[in-house]
């Protein structure tokens, strides 16, 4: 099995793919045409990009059986075209969920205290601290989450470890759930803005969820509050947030925004540079070595199951011509590796298309509850076939066309 890795990708994964026995083709370079080119001169069974663009005109007459995105969200792969051609998309959720957490929190208490304000002033010779000391603290605040995937959950943790109150907006989270994670519940995404402190975004990017805040969101916002985004700039509409940003009423810490630079280095004319109520860093978050290694490890485990039993796990090639949900499959299960891959294998089988996933893992990192989007329902049998795997405890399905 050929693989064709067409981004910068680690050394331990690398030899991990070798290891599988795969004629492994690194060419980190790879772009547009002359990766169209490259993936049909190479005759590759799997691709590896990380931000390198997968466009609909690369897939044609190819041996591609599997896309593989070496990190979470597929936003750069056409998965609908893929989809159309019979290969699987998969990505790396979770393993650079730290990461992203630990940055999102470093912006928070960026924007609380200042701090790239202080280190600026002192290195050029400027003692400020009579300005610079101002801050309201963590401690007591809440903390609006919108989406509850992965990263969000690490963001539960650390927000209690800093004694904050956590409130969430996800599509799939009942009641039920958020009590048993131990956060509260809104019913809108202004109710959030109006009830947090500090509001941070963690969703991927859908066609439901592209520009899915504006300007009645940041207006709703409380006086003094700050609003995180480390995960996709297109889920904001960034005028709208520049426009609420000029008022001064509110402050951002931003890891993604309009105009980032797709190269390594260079100029940068974008306009959030020009506010100082906007502390921005350069779409880092997933990026430190821990992340990076569990990527490529996960990226290793995604080809070998795919090598062995023709099923890739995490699967994503599921959301076609934007069709919303119909039907929300919900299972219940034991953590473990290979369960969803277990479910995901059957909706395959039964013709079905998976629109949206959370996986919430409960305290104590054992259970977890699957809630699955589909765009139709699923026949008795699948359902029974679900349970049968030992690490299912429960599954259902319900329809919700009219929700």
Not at 44 to 60: F, G, H, Q, Y
Request: hydrophobic residues 45%.
């Amino acid at each position: 099995m050929k693989v064709l890795v067409a981004d910068k990708f680690e050394k331990l994964g690398l030899d991990g793919l070798a290891a599988l026995g795969c004629e492994v083709i690194s060419e980190p370079d790879l772009k547009d045409d002359a990766l169209g080119a490259r993936i049909k001169e190479s005759g590759a069974n799997i691709l590896v990009v990380r931000s390198t663009k997968v466009t609909e005109s690369m897939l044609d007459d190819t041996n591609l059986g599997l896309i593989i995105r070496a990190g979470a969200g597929v936003n750069t792969i056409d998965v609908a075209a893929a989809s159309n051609r019979g290969i699987f998309v998969a990505n790396c959720p979770g393993k650079n969920s730290q990461a992203v957490a630990e940055l999102a929190f470093g912006l928070m208490l960026n924007c609380d205290r200042h701090i790239a304000d202080n280190v600026a002033e002192l290195r050029a010779g400027k003692w400020n601290k009579k300005s610079n000391s101002k801050a309201r603290g963590l401690h007591g605040r809440t903390l609006g989450l919108i989406g509850m995937g992965k990263i969000a959950q690490e963001m539960v943790v650390r927000a209690k470890a800093f004694g904050m109150n956590v409130v969430t907006f996800s599509r799939w989270m009942t009641p039920e759930i958020a009590a048993t994670i131990g956060v509260g519940r809104a019913t809108s995404l202004e109710e959030l803005a109006k009830m947090s402190d500090f509001v941070s975004i963690h969703t991927s990017l859908t066609a439901e969820t592209k520009k899915l805040l504006g300007a009645s969101f940041f207006k709703a916002m409380r006086d003094g509050s700050v609003f995180i985004n480390t995960s996709r700039c297109e889920t904001v509409d960034q005028a709208a947030l520049e426009a609420e940003l000029k008022t001064g009423r509110i402050s951002a810490g931003l890891d993604v925004f309009d105009d980032e630079l797709s190269t390594g280095d260079g100029e940068f004319t974008g306009s959030i540079k020009d506010f100082k109520n906007a502390y921005c860093t350069h779409h880092i978050g997933a990026s430190t070595d821990q992340a990076q290694d569990a990527v490529a490890l996960e990226t290793v485990r995604i080809v070998k199951e795919f090598k062995q039993t023709g099923i890739a796990p995490n699967v994503v090639n599921v959301q076609t011509k934007g069709k919303a949900a119909t039907h929300l499959l919900v299972v219940r299960h034991l953590d473990r590796v290979g369960v969803l891959a277990h479910v995901l294998g059957i909706l395959k089988e039964e013709g079905v298309s998976v629109q949206e996933m959370e996986n919430i893992v409960l305290g104590g990192a054992q259970a977890a509850i699957a809630q699955i989007g589909l765009d139709k329902t699923i026949s008795p049998s699948a359902i029974t076939r679900i349970k049968l795997n030992e690490n299912v405890f429960d599954a259902s399905v319900s329809d919700i066309s009219t929700n």
